[in-house]
Each structure stands twice: as C-alpha cells, then as structure tokens.
C-alpha cells in the first residue's frame, strides 16, 4: 500500500539544523509535489514548505524563508526538509503530505487534494 514515512525530528539547541526526510513507498514522487506541514500545540496545523513537480517549483511561508530549504533525490524515492537557525517558535509536529504535481495552491492546498500523509515527527527547539 502506498505511504509517506517521515523522520528526522528532534531536540536542538535555537540556531542549530535538523534534517527531515519524507520517503515514499509503493510510488514515486515524480508526479507530486510535497508539502511540509506543521502544528504547535494550541496552533493550528500549517503549511511550511512546498516542492513540486518539477523540482523547481519551491515554495516556503515567510516565516521560515532563508532557514529551511527543500529538495527531493534523484531517485524520487525521498523530499527533505532541511531546517537551518532554528528557532524555538519552529518547534512543531513535523509532516508531509504528497499533492499533484504543483505548489501554486501553497500556502492554502486543500487537505482533501493531498494523496498521502507522513504519519509526523515532532521538532522541539530549546535551550
């Protein structure tokens, strides 16, 4: 059965890096694009980071613009997330969701046009 496994997630210290991976099984992620999602709690859930089919078209919300930076690898088995100067507002329940080719929708791409879910991975930034 396809899925989307998400990982990655961890304690850091504010100002440092955590690397997400979001890879699929039973398909590929050439025809869709990947939206990172995230939710603090009390908060409502997010979209972070969009990268789409083709890879070129990336997204990000202005709250992490210039820290977080997505990418898929060339197998097109596996996105990531890569998350720079994190700060403690960044601490989160980290998922993927794979979605039809584009991020144009992005930051507001209805849930019920996402394909598969990661199941989540949690980010704490603290000191």
């Known amino acids: 059965q396809p899925q989307l496994v998400d990982s990655g997630g961890g304690l850091v210290r504010p100002g440092g890096s955590l690397r997400l991976s979001c890879t699929a099984s039973?398909?590929?992620?050439?025809?869709?694009?990947i939206v990172w999602f995230r939710q603090a709690p009390g908060k409502e859930r997010e979209q972070v980071s969009c990268?789409?089919?083709?890879?070129?078209?990336?997204k990000h919300a202005d709250a992490v613009k210039g820290r977080f930076t997505v990418s898929k690898d060339r197998e097109k088995t596996t996105a990531w997330l890569q998350m720079d100067n994190l700060k403690p507002e960044d601490t989160a329940l980290y998922s993927c969701?794979?979605?039809?080719?584009?991020?144009?929708?992005?930051?507001?791409?209805?849930?019920?046009?996402?394909?598969?879910w990661g199941q989540g991975t949690q980010v704490t930034v603290s000191s």
């Open positions: 969701a794979a979605h039809r080719y584009y991020c144009t929708e992005f930051p507001n791409i209805p849930d019920n046009q996402f394909n598969y």
């Open positions: 990268i789409g089919s083709p890879e070129n078209d990336i």
């Open positions: 039973g398909f590929t992620l050439h025809y869709f694009a």
